[in-house]
């Protein structure tokens, strides 16, 4: 069974602070992985690393996948009180073509103090 | 640009009672997958439709079935419902044409079973 774990679960931080959340998977036909981050209901798309090493970034918010030891990073620098959210970490796994679906980890409920 | 809509937004049945969940996917989108997000979990896969078939699915029981129209919208019905259905119930979309594994979501359907 696939399997996506998400660490810390959660995180209180105060503005500014830089944060690291953590997600370790362990899945068949790995296809691709993803970051979303969720405040009230939908989560809204961040991130999909798909290759080893390649760090993504956008604004104060990086990530990085190491398929050799099955884990991804998220990144949040110089944080605000609008970051707090679940951020959720995915893997993307199928057997080919256009089949796959997407596997969840519980999520890491990061809470910024002003 | 239309996103991901679902509806109803709330929900509430009894036990027993049978339930129908909508979806309307992003323009230009053609997959519609289900996932159901219980307090403090991750959100679950359910199952993932194209071309009005069902793909792929999760490990939930045949009480949960669903159904893609030809304008690509779909339903998620549940049967015999049970207190731990109680859950926001998410649809995401997706283009098989891309060939990309990021889905949008819906804001979601809270479904109380009492």
């Known amino acids: 069974e696939d399997k996506v774990v998400q660490s810390p679960l959660s995180l209180v931080v105060h503005e500014g602070d830089t944060v690291t959340l953590n997600c370790s998977y362990e899945?068949?036909?790995?296809?691709?992985l993803l970051w979303y981050k969720q405040e009230k209901k939908a989560p809204t798309f961040l991130f999909m690393l798909?290759?080893?090493?390649i760090e993504k970034k956008s604004g104060r918010l990086s990530s990085i996948l190491d398929k050799k030891e099955l884990f991804s990073i998220l990144n949040i620098t110089a944080t605000q009180t609008g970051d707090s959210a679940i951020y959720l970490c995915?893997?993307?796994?199928?057997?080919?073509?256009?089949?796959?679906?997407?596997?969840f980890g519980k999520g890491t409920l990061l809470t910024v103090n002003p | 640009d239309a996103g991901v809509t679902q509806s109803p937004t709330h929900l509430i049945k009894t036990r027993g009672q049978q339930v129908t969940l909508r979806c309307s996917p992003k323009?230009?989108?053609?997959?519609v997958s289900w996932y159901q997000q219980a307090l403090g979990q991750g959100p679950q896969f359910i199952f993932q439709?194209?071309?009005?078939?069902?793909?792929q699915r999760g490990n939930f029981p045949d009480r949960f079935s669903g159904h893609q129209f030809p304008n690509y919208s779909s339903e998620l019905n549940v049967n015999a419902l049970l207190l731990g259905d109680s859950a926001l119930y998410l649809c995401?979309?997706?283009?098989?044409?891309?060939?990309?594994?990021?889905?949008?979501f819906g804001p979601g359907t809270r479904l109380t079973v009492t």
């Open positions: 995401a979309s997706s283009s098989r044409v891309l060939l990309s594994y990021e889905q949008y």
């Open positions: 899945v068949t036909n790995f296809r691709s």
């Open positions: 798909t290759s080893s090493g």
């Open positions: 995915a893997v993307a796994t199928g057997s080919g073509g256009s089949n796959y679906k997407l596997t």
């Open positions: 323009s230009g989108h053609d997959t």
């Open positions: 439709y194209y071309e009005e078939e069902e793909r």
